[in-house]
DNA sequence: TTCCATACTCACCAGATGGAGAGTGTGGAT
DNA sequence: ATCCACACTCTCCATCTGGTGAGTATGGAA
């Protein structure tokens, strides 16, 4: 078969998967989107995060931070004082995930109306 | 321009959410990039899907490439044949998002290793 | 008559996900 | 002495996710 085939290695793969299940969770390209917005600030607190990011849970937060520094996307910052404070901080590598991702966000944005009438027509069809 | 508010409306910000989450799921990515491969073949039968996306069981491709019906992503062609045939294939709609996620595919594949070495280095450091 | 292929659908169930809410530590303000 | 701010951390628990394996429909082949 011509261009053989696209699969790299099953380990290669493997790790392909596994950055992109990171990336593709419920939170992650919200926490990224928040802390990359191109008029946004660059050094946001973690309460702040938890304002503007809506509807996510302290918890969830903490881990989706921790996700994203163990893999070199963001950098916590903690200030010796007291009450504590941290900022966090996308990395270039995370700035350059967050331009990958804009493109994604993109397309939701400008086709979001014609998925909606997709599925607007395909739950009539059969109900 | 500031951009003022990326904010458009909670509305807006909520079906945004809801075609992100549809497609950052764990399947979704994956069975659009097999539908969607440059070199690879358009129209997809289910038992092709099912080998291709190793690891994705019966009841997971059903769903996801129903979602995906629904959402005006992929076409589902039956043939009134014994045994059934059915074909997939992305629409247009499909394709532009197939484009779109490209770079975030290839944002993974271009730094799965440093995002490895973060990893390692994260893990090392707290052991 | 029995088997087979294909594309499902369904019931069952373990394990993962994630929200709520309470607890923690520290030092300055009241 | 008490309270508060902030950034967590922990436990409990309901819900969701998704795998397994069985069942279904059909007509042709053996």
Redesign the interface.
Known sequence: M??VD?K?SAE??A???E???R????WT??VIEELG????PRDVRFTRLLERV?GISQKMLTKTLRQL????LVTRKVFPVVPPRVEYRLTP?GE??GA??C???????R??D??????G???AARS
């Open positions: 011509e261009s696209r790299p290669t793969e790790l392909v998967r950055v992109l299940e990336v593709a969770d419920k390209l919200l917005g191109e008029a946004g809506g520094e163990r893999d070199g590598l350059s995930l990958a991702v493109g994604v966000w993109e397309w939701v944005e086709h979001k014609e998925v909606r009438r997709h599925r027509t395909y739950d």
